[in-house]
């Protein structure tokens, strides 16, 4: 098997961050995000598109503001990502919420100018009670799930999210309530890659917006798979696209509705976008038979989603002189825990798979790659009071910028009383 290479970080640009930072800290890479933004924004369209930022993915105020710079608007998951974003100076008329949990100000997030996604028969009743008249989206379940494992697929029967689509009566009646006008389809059912999939969930979702005279914009969300080891693919999204503009197209010649189109990825924009640079700080073995670990200064505290989803980053050892030389390690994370394991079998967080990799030393240099996406925004940030690693953006001018400092103490303790 090959050994994993990093991604965009070298010895060189590694040491000057750590000497600059420390170690554990996030590295993201400016000239990847715009990289991926483009290709994004390159999607297939018949009559437009937007592109919003699924910034759960990665809160960082100076990521949202690339994204912004770019073009790209923002989807936000609650009401606090929603004041995030604002803070970053996104207008409000280019978030759009969808969000599990209803917030408590709903009305002065509307009020703002929030586009907002009724996500369950109760929020679209809640939202007519104070927006009554107005404009909405809704999100539906169609039925179908697309995810890479059950804890990430987001559609289908076993999927809370959305309104469940045999329920489009009870949507009209609510929406004849309150006298709303609903505007926009949404369909986010979560990781896929395979074309077939989108062109399905395509019909179905077109199918819904025919039966809603009003609907002008049809949001399919996100869930375009990356590959984040050299051994997975990612998603083409010219292939994926391309038959999805056709059938917008195909529903304007039948209907004469131009449909607006929007996504709304995270994995595909932020997954290969940073890294995370730790320290080898200590190797144990577990004799003959057993094992060889790695220990790094970094782990689910800052990257949950090996122990939790089985998931594989990259991890390469840095060195400044060429090395050949490899072993077979199991790499652990800092935590007092046994499922804080970075190298766990593919999809089952419960198995050790050693990986190859350089041969490494005790003080080296380690970088964990694919972790732009679902790590800082999704960690157990301050399990055994670790702090909060900080954020570093490397620039395209080679340069690297201090995006968040390390917590402190201080700060982990600071809304304790005594
Ligand atoms: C999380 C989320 C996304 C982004 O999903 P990815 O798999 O990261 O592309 C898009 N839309 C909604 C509503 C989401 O909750």
């Known amino acids: 098997m090959n050994i994993e290479k990093s991604r965009f970080l070298d010895w060189q640009k590694a040491s000057a961050i750590a000497a600059d930072y420390s170690t554990p800290c996030y590295v993201y890479d400016e000239a990847t995000i715009e990289r991926q933004a483009k290709a994004a924004l390159a999607f297939p369209n018949a009559f437009g598109i937007t592109v919003r930022y699924a910034m759960k993915a990665a809160s960082n105020a100076t990521v949202l503001k690339i994204f912004s710079e770019l073009g790209l608007h923002i989807d936000a998951s609650s009401a606090f990502e929603v004041k995030r974003a604002m803070l970053a100076g996104i207008p409000a008329e280019n978030i759009s919420l969808s969000s599990q949990q209803l917030p408590r100000n709903l009305d002065e997030i509307v009020a703002m100018g929030v586009k907002f996604n009724a996500c369950s028969l109760h929020q679209l009743e809640s939202y007519g009670r104070i927006a009554r008249g107005s404009e909405v989206g809704v999100r539906i379940n169609p039925g179908l799930g697309s995810g890479g494992t059950n804890r990430t697929n987001v559609g289908g029967p076993a999927s809370s999210f959305g309104i469940w689509f045999e329920y489009i009566d009870k949507i009209k009646e609510t929406a004849a309530k309150y006298d709303l006008k609903i505007i926009r389809i949404h369909t986010h059912i979560g990781s896929g890659s395979d074309p077939a999939v989108w062109q399905k969930v395509a ?10 005279d009003d609907v002008r914009i049809l949001n399919m969300g996100g869930g375009f798979k990356v590959g984040r080891m050299s051994n997975e693919v990612s998603t083409d999204l010219q292939a994926v696209g391309a038959p999805v503009a056709k059938l917008v197209e195909e529903f304007y010649e039948k209907t004469g509705r131009k449909l607006h189109f929007e996504i709304e990825p995270g994995t595909f924009l932020m997954a ?13 073995d577990t004799g003959k038979g057993g094992y060889e670990f790695l220990k790094l200064d970094t782990g689910m505290t800052d990257i949950l989603r090996p122990s939790i989803y089985g998931a594989q980053h990259p991890i390469s050892i840095l060195s400044p002189k060429p090395e050949t030389e490899t072993r077979e390690y199991v790499v652990a994370g800092h935590c007092c825990e046994s499922g804080d394991i970075l190298t766990p079998a593919p999809g089952d967080p419960e198995g050790l798979a050693p990986r190859r990799m350089l041969k490494a030393k005790i003080g ?37 910028r201090l995006i968040r400092r390390r917590q402190t103490l201080e700060q982990v303790l600071e809304n304790e009383i005594s």
Do not use: H, W
């Open 203 to 212: 019909k179905m979702s077109l199918d819904t917006v025919a039966m809603f």
């Open 272 to 284: 290969n976008s940073a890294a995370v640079l730790a320290t080898v700080q200590d190797m144990v």
């Open 364 to 400: 080296d240099l380690c970088v964990i790659d694919g972790a732009g996406a679902y790590c800082s925004s999704m960690s157990t940030s301050n399990y055994n009071s670790y702090p909060a690693a900080a954020e570093v953006m490397l620039m395209k001018d080679g340069s690297a």
